[in-house]
C-alpha cells in the first residue's frame, strides 16, 4: 500500500476483523487465548504496512483483547495474569512487527532493485534479451523488440532460436545460436564475423553480439543474457576503409602521412618503391631525410600551409632516396583532419617525374644535336611514363607513345595521319557530352590549354579513362606553329584516392610539362615535329642512292 492513510484504514478493518472472529469465538474459548487471532492480525498488518500503522494496530489489539476477552470483561484489568499476559503478547507484537518490517524493507528493495534492472535493460542502447536455462525468452528491451521485430509480449515464452534467427552473411547458412553455445561452454561467448539477423520481416541486419550466462550465488546456471546491436554502418565504413586503405597501399604513386612535426606516419609500397625505404626504418623519422639540404625551406613552406589548413600547391622538386640518388618528383600535400575537424598532419603524394626531367634536359640539348640526336629524342619521347600524341599544324597525328597507344587502344601505325579527335575522343565523365579537343583548341587560341575538371576519353574499345592532359603549340624560329603536342595521363585512380583523402586540387603535371616543353624547346622540337610529320613524303620525293 502506498497511501499512508490506506495503510491506517486497513490496519484498522484487520482489527475489526480479527476482533469479530474472537467474539465469535468466545462462548467456544472463553477467557482461554485472548491474543491469538490477534497475532495474525498483527503479522498481516506488518507485512503489507508500514512500521506506524503495525504498531497501531499492535497497540488496540492489546488494548480491546485486555478489555473484552480477559477476565473480568469489559473494562481494563490490571490482574497480575493480565499484566504478564498482555506483556508477553506485546513483546511477541514487537518481535512480529520487526520481522515483518525486515521482510518488507527486504522486499521492496529486491523490488526496486528487479525494477532498476529491468529499467537498466530496457534502457541500454544495445539490443538486449534475457532467456532460462530452457533457452526461452523472459525479457527483451526495446532496442531487441526493433531489430527482431518482435514485441516483448510475443516473444515472451518463446524459445530463443525463433526469435533471434541468425545466419553467415557470405553463405547465408544458418550459425549457432550463441544461448546453446553458453549453456555448453558456459561462460561469454561472441558471435563469429560476419553474422546476420534476419527479422521477423524478413530484412537481413549486420550484428555484433555476446552471449552471458547468468549464475546464482551457489553457482547454478539460471539464465543467459544476449547483448548483440546492429553494426551495418559500421560494416560499411571498415569496407570503405579498406578499400581505401587498399587504393593507398597500392597506388603507382608515393603516399606517406605525417604529423604537424613533420615525423612519418604512414609508408605504402609505392614510397618503398620510389625512395628504397621498408616501412619499419623510415616510420618515425623526420620526413628531412627524403630532402636535399639546399630544399629544406620547401619542407618549413609546406608545413606552415597545412598548419593553415591549406592544401601545398603541386611542387615539382628533387628529393633522396635511400641509397642517396636525387630524383625528380611532383609532390601534392594536403592537410589531414580528425573527428572534430582539428589538423592533426598532412598526406603526401610523390609522383615520380624522372623521365620526363630527362626528357626535358634532352630537349634542351636538342637544339644543338638535333640531327644526330632526333631519333634518340623520339625514343625518349615514347618512353615517357605519360601518353604522348604530336600533330602536325592540320591536327592529323604524327607520333603516338606506346602509352598513349595503350590508353586509346589505337596502333601508332593505324593513328599517324588520321585526325586527333578520330583517335583522342573525349567527353565530359558527368553529362557524356563531347569536350572541345585541346589540339583544335591550340590551333583556336594560339597558346598552352589544359583539359577541363572530370574529362574521361573513351579507347577505341568503348574502355573510359579518367584523365589530366595538357596541349601545347610547337613553334619554329619565326613564331609559327608547326605542330602540337598532346601529353595526358590515366588518373582514374588518383582521382579515387584524391577524393578520399579529400584533397583540393589534382595533378597539373601534364600540363606544366607541355607549357614547358613549349616554353623551352623552341626550334629544336619545331624541328622534330616537322621532320616526323615530313620524313615519309620527303623520302618518298627525294630518290635513294639506289635510284
Known amino acids: 500500500m502506498r497511501s499512508t492513510a490506506a ?109 532498476w534492472l529491468h529499467t537498466t535493460i530496457t534502457s541500454i542502447g544495445d539490443a538486449v534479451v534475457v532467456a532460462d536455462t530452457d533457452g526461452l525468452i523472459k525479457l527483451m528491451n526495446r532496442v531487441a523488440e526493433k531489430l527482431t521485430g518482435w514485441s516483448l509480449n510475443e516473444a515472451r515464452g518463446k524459445p530463443l532460436t525463433e526469435v533471434f534467427r541468425i545466419f553467415n552473411q557470405e553463405t547465408h547458412q544458418m550459425v549457432e545460436n550463441p544461448m546453446e553455445k553458453v549453456r555448453r561452454l558456459k561462460r561469454v561467448v561472441e558471435l563469429a564475423n560476419h553474422t ?43 569496407k570503405a576503409t579498406a578499400e581505401l586503405a587498399a587504393i593507398v597501399e597500392y597506388s603507382g604513386d608515393a603516399i606517406a602521412t605525417k604529423n604537424l612535426d613533420g615525423i612519418i606516419q604512414t609508408w605504402n609500397n609505392g614510397a618503398e618503391r620510389l625512395f628504397g625505404y621498408k616501412r619499419e626504418e623510415i616510420i618515425g623519422k623526420p620526413i ?6 639546399d630544399r629544406l625551406d620547401e619542407e618549413a613552406a609546406i608545413l606552415h600551409r597545412i598548419r593553415q589548413g591549406q592544401p601545398s600547391e603541386r611542387l615539382e622538386t628533387i628529393r633522396l632516396t635511400r641509397d642517396g640518388r636525387h630524383i625528380h618528383v ?51 619521347l615514347t618512353s615517357i611514363g605519360d601518353a604522348v600524341i604530336a600533330t602536325d599544324p592540320d591536327g592529323l597525328i604524327t607520333l603516338m607513345n606506346p602509352v598513349a597507344e595503350e590508353l586509346t587502344e589505337w596502333k601508332s601505325e593505324e593513328a599517324i595521319g588520321k585526325p586527333v579527335a578520330e583517335v583522342f575522343r573525349i567527353v565530359n565523365q558527368e553529362t557524356r557530352k563531347p569536350v572541345e579537343n585541346p589540339v583544335e583548341k591550340v590551333r583556336r587560341l594560339n597558346h598552352v590549354v589544359g583539359l577541363a575538371n572530370h574529362t574521361v576519353l573513351i579507347s577505341k574499345g568503348g574502355q573510359d579513362f579518367a584523365i589530366d ?68 613524303s620527303n623520302s618518298a620525293q627525294s630518290p635513294g642512292p639506289d635510284s
Open 330 to 380: 611532383s609532390v601534392g600535400v594536403s592537410p589531414i583532419k580528425d573527428a572534430d575537424g582539428k589538423i592533426i598532419g598532412a598526406s603526401k603524394v610523390v609522383h615520380d617525374i624522372t623521365a620526363l626531367a630527362a626528357a626535358r634536359e634532352a630537349l634542351i640539348r636538342e637544339k644543338e644535336l638535333l640531327a644526330a640526336q632526333k631519333e634518340w629524342l623520339r625514343t625518349t
Open 469 to 536: 592532359d595538357s596541349a601545347a603549340p610547337i613553334r619554329d624560329s619565326n613564331g609559327k606553329i608547326t605542330g602540337i603536342v598532346l601529353i595526358f595521363r590515366d588518373v582514374t585512380q588518383q582521382r579515387a584516392l584524391e577524393a578520399a583523402l579529400n584533397q583540393n586540387e589534382r595533378l597539373a603535371l601534364a600540363g606544366r610539362l607541355s607549357a614547358s616543353i613549349a616554353h623551352e624547346i623552341h626550334n629544336p622540337l619545331d624541328t622534330v615535329g616537322n621532320a616526323l610529320f615530313f620524313s615519309s
Open 288 to 293: 628531412t631525410i627524403l630532402i636535399p639540404p
Open 196 to 238: 546476420i539477423l534476419v527479422s521477423r520481416s524478413g530484412e537481413e541486419i549486420a550484428i555484433d553480439d555476446s552471449g552471458a550466462p547468468i549464475f546464482a550465488p551457489d553457482g547454478t546456471l539460471t539464465g543467459i543474457v544476449l547483448v548483440f546491436r546492429d553494426v551495418t554502418e559500421q560494416r560499411k565504413a571498415q
Open 7 to 115: 495503510q491506517y484504514a486497513f490496519a484498522l478493518l484487520v482489527l475489526v476483523v480479527s476482533t469479530g472472529v474472537r467474539t465469535l469465538l468466545n462462548p467456544i474459548l472463553g477467557e482461554n487465548l485472548p491474543y491469538i487471532f490477534f497475532f495474525v492480525a498483527v503479522a498481516v498488518v506488518s507485512l503489507t504496512c508500514d512500521l506506524y500503522p503495525a504498531l497501531v494496530e499492535l497497540a488496540g489489539s492489546a488494548l480491546l483483547a485486555n478489555v473484552l476477552f480477559v477476565v473480568p470483561q469489559y473494562y481494563f484489568s490490571f490482574s497480575n495474569q493480565a499484566l504478564v499476559s498482555g506483556t508477553l503478547y506485546l513483546i511477541g507484537g514487537f518481535a512480529v512487527v520487526y520481522t515483518g518490517q525486515v521482510y518488507r524493507r527486504s522486499a521492496r528493495a529486491l523490488q526496486e532493485q528487479q525494477d
